[in-house]
């Protein structure tokens, strides 16, 4: 039988896990899943209260759910950010948009973390969310319940990220919502049972398998890899070029809102890569010993060019700007770099992401890129 086994370990308070800012009031539980694969309760305490201060991240929740324990890292009458991470499509649920003048939004569509306890389930290393962490979210549910009487409102109070923000989480719920459905079920129950099937098979797209013995290797020129899980300028150990990989890959860890593989390189060096299958390819089988080329790189396909409306002057950047394939700083990979000083065509110009000023869209080797806005000083034709 399942147990609550509900332990109280609060992270230090830090700007970036734990601000302290106390909720409005508490309406709803978000729940989550850590997407980590194999990492425990006790493992994200770490992770909050060491690591997030370290790569300087902006993240939390209040509770993580294992097969063993339930670990409370944040007092609940504080808020942490949970959901509202910029997600894919800002904040859905219109009953959780509050809005305060000591935290404000950036789009002042309000903010859910201001009226929510964050609840995390973890997720076992094959990607399943096990029967008996669920078993026990669901005794943590009905725990909150006793505790704050307006969430007894099961239905209406407690609420996937994915209803929030969009966001692909619970990823398991949010494919199979019957899962989710199960979860509420059990949390109404009188007893709470683990449900005998393996729970939460996670969606085909993100279950590319980590073996031991899988190479991870890249499909573009100049792929970034990092020394932290961290999509961070400053942590880029090094590029890879195309065809080139790491033999090993160890698992896959959530950084911000996407993904990386660690990986291991011949000397057993530990390094971290975006799982994106735009960039990279998994091998099941292991190729020779250290990294090398595959045989005859493919002809890139020929674009239906997009048309020059004018072009850039490439400023203010101390040598060279990036050329990236998507406008979204954290997480494309790099096309190129060219010049201060040189030109490129532009063909239009979009909002993206994770850059105030915007991305040029440029046309680089045919190809359609990306330039951070502050970077061009535009001339029309
Ligand atoms: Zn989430």
């Given at each position: 039988m399942v147990k609550l086994n509900y332990k109280v370990k609060h992270i230090r308070k830090n700007k970036y896990s734990r601000p302290g800012f106390k909720l409005l009031r508490l309406q709803a539980v978000t729940e989550h899943w850590t997407a980590n694969y194999g990492a425990t309760a006790e493992n994200h305490f770490v992770y909050f209260d060491e690591t997030i201060i370290q790569i300087g991240r902006y993240a939390g929740a209040h509770i993580f759910v294992d097969r063993f324990q339930a670990l409370e890292l944040i007092p609940l009458d504080e808020g942490t950010f949970g959901a509202n991470d910029g997600g894919t499509a800002g904040l859905k649920l219109a009953t959780l948009r509050a809005t305060d003048s000591r935290y404000p939004t950036i789009d002042g569509e309000g903010n859910a973390n201001l009226l929510c306890i964050h609840v995390e389930m973890c997720v076992e290393e094959d990607g399943t969310i096990h029967p008996d962490t669920l078993a026990r979210t669901a005794l943590v549910n009905q725990y909150l319940q006793k505790k704050f009487p307006q969430l007894k409102d099961t239905e209406n109070r407690f609420v996937r990220h994915f209803d929030v923000?969009?966001?692909?989480?619970?990823a398991p719920m949010v494919s199979n919502p019957s899962l989710w459905k199960e979860l509420l079920r059990m949390t109404d129950a009188k007893v709470v049972v683990p449900p005998s099937k393996p729970a939460a098979i996670e969606p085909k797209e993100e279950s590319t398998p980590t073996h031991k013995t899988n190479w991870v290797r890249s499909k573009v020129n100049d792929l970034r890899y990092y020394s932290k899980p961290s999509w961070n300028d400053k942590h880029v150990a090094g590029r890879l070029p195309k065809g080139y990989g790491f033999p090993q890959a160890v698992r896959k860890v959530r950084v911000e809102d996407a993904w990386q593989y660690e990986v291991k390189n011949s000397k057993g060096e530990t390094y971290y890569v975006t799982t994106s299958s735009k960039y990279v390819t998994v091998e099941h089988t292991p190729a020779t010993s250290t990294a090398q080329k595959p045989d005859k790189p493919k002809p890139a396909p020929k674009p239906k060019g997009p048309k020059a409306i004018g072009r850039i002057k490439i400023v203010k950047v101390k040598s060279a700007a990036y050329v990236q394939d998507r406008p979204d700083r954290k997480v494309s990979g790099v096309l190129g770099q060219v010049k201060r000083g040189s030109y490129l065509e532009v063909a239009g110009s979009v909002e993206g992401?994770?850059?105030?000023?915007g991305y040029w869209e440029v046309i680089y080797n045919r190809k359609r890129g990306y330039v951070t806005g502050e970077f061009g000083k535009y001339e029309p034709h």
């Open positions: 923000t969009g966001k692909n989480c619970p992401k994770n850059s105030e000023s």
